[in-house]
């Protein structure tokens, strides 16, 4: 039998994922925004629909991974 | 107990608390800002200060008075296309009548001409005046120029946007 992942290992890998998504998010955004100053508004459409899924995981992971927290409980968690 | 402290009964050991999951949402939050922020720029019809205009569409011609008017190291400001758009318009030393939009590409202040070059007083960026390349300080993108024409009769006209430099070598 396989020994169980301790949970906080797949909570620990959310909480980075969300983080590295906001990073992306942020380069993104600086680039576009580079892109649009430059006349460029073709990529828009695109940089939308990729932005929009990153924030569609980034909330996915937030609200609905259980277990989030391994130490004191949040607010709003059993 | 201060009447602030029975208004708001929170310990202060909660306030400096922060879960994972409050901290994930919050990250969550951020990054639908930018998407927020993103689809405002792919929704917005009217082009950003110092962005060109959208391609395809006829720009009108601005007057911008007798071509002469200028000598050299001498410039004036004018708007384009609308009140908000302020331009610049100067003669270089050797003779050139140039026009730029005024937005710095650093940070949006309004750029100047000091006789020589195009300089930004925020944060001492300069551009040259030839085709408003950045040469030194923060900015790095080159100024927006606008496309210029004398008329027959001797007046000068404001007649759409310069391509970026660099942007035909894209194509």
């Not at chain 2, 300089?119 to 927006?144: A, D, I, K, M, W």
């Amino acid at each position: 039998m396989r020994p169980k992942a301790p949970r906080t290992a797949m909570t620990s890998f959310a909480l980075g994922m969300g983080l590295l998504i906001l990073v992306i998010q942020v380069y993104l955004f600086e680039t576009v925004l580079g892109s649009v100053l430059d006349g460029h508004r073709a990529l828009l459409g695109g940089a939308f629909i990729a932005s929009l899924t990153l924030t569609i995981v980034a909330l996915v992971m937030a609200f609905r991974i259980r277990g989030m927290d391994s130490g004191p409980r949040g607010k709003d968690e059993p | 107990m201060a009447k602030w402290r029975k208004a708001f009964p929170v310990d202060l050991a909660d306030e400096s608390f922060i879960s994972r999951r409050e901290f994930a949402r919050f990250l969550g939050l951020v990054s639908a800002g930018f998407t927020a922020g993103i689809g405002y720029l792919w929704l917005r019809k009217k082009p950003l200060d110092g962005a060109p205009g959208p391609k395809g569409i006829p720009e009108s011609a601005v007057d911008l008075g007798p071509a002469d008017a200028l000598k050299p190291g001498q410039s004036r400001l004018f708007t384009y296309r609308d009140k908000d758009d302020r331009c610049i318009l100067l003669r270089t030393a050797e003779g050139e009548l140039k026009a730029y939009r005024q937005t710095c590409t650093h940070l949006g202040c309004a750029v100047r001409f000091n006789g020589g070059q195009l300089e930004c007083p925020c944060h001492n960026g300069f551009f040259e005046c030839g085709h408003g390349f950045p040469v030194q300080g923060p900015p790095t993108r080159p100024l927006s120029g606008i496309a210029l024409n004398v008329r027959p009769d001797g007046t000068l006209w404001a007649v759409g946007d310069l391509p970026k430099p660099g942007e035909g070598k894209e194509a």
